[in-house]
């Protein structure tokens, strides 16, 4: 099974830069995309998509990060990484990695907090 850790969390002021990693391990041959997902701190808000990427590049986006957050994936490394500029406050949660197969099964790391601070 795949296993996801995550790390690059942390406190930056708005305006600053965060990069995450996301770090799998395990069989990696049923894994079509990778991404990221948060969960912001407030009530009744479920997990988001931030971004995904797939096995040969393609990337998506939530539309509250376009131009901010690009995705990318070494795939020799196994690792995924999150490069977040021109952060904000809105943009304080838990990320979460996740490893989505083709068979439409997901596994998750267990979550890095980013806090932006005004």
């Known amino acids: 099974q795949v296993q996801l850790v995550e790390s690059g969390g942390g406190l930056v002021q708005a305006g600053g830069s965060l990069r995450l990693s996301c770090a799998a391990s395990?069989?990696?041959?049923?894994?079509?995309?990778m991404g990221w997902y948060r969960q912001v701190p407030f009530p009744g808000k479920q997990r988001e998509l931030v971004?995904?990427?797939?096995?040969?590049?393609?990337?998506n986006y939530a539309d509250s990060v376009k131009g901010r957050f690009t995705i990318s994936r070494d795939n020799a490394k196994n690792t995924v990484y999150l490069q977040m500029n021109n952060l904000k406050p809105e943009d304080t949660g838990v990320y979460y990695c996740?490893?989505?197969?083709?068979?439409?099964?997901?596994?998750w790391g267990q979550g890095t907090q980013v806090t932006v601070s005004s």
């Open positions: 996740s490893a989505n197969s083709f068979y439409g099964t997901s596994r």
């Open positions: 971004a995904v990427i797939t096995s040969v590049g393609r990337t």
């Open positions: 395990g069989s990696m041959s049923s894994i079509n995309t």
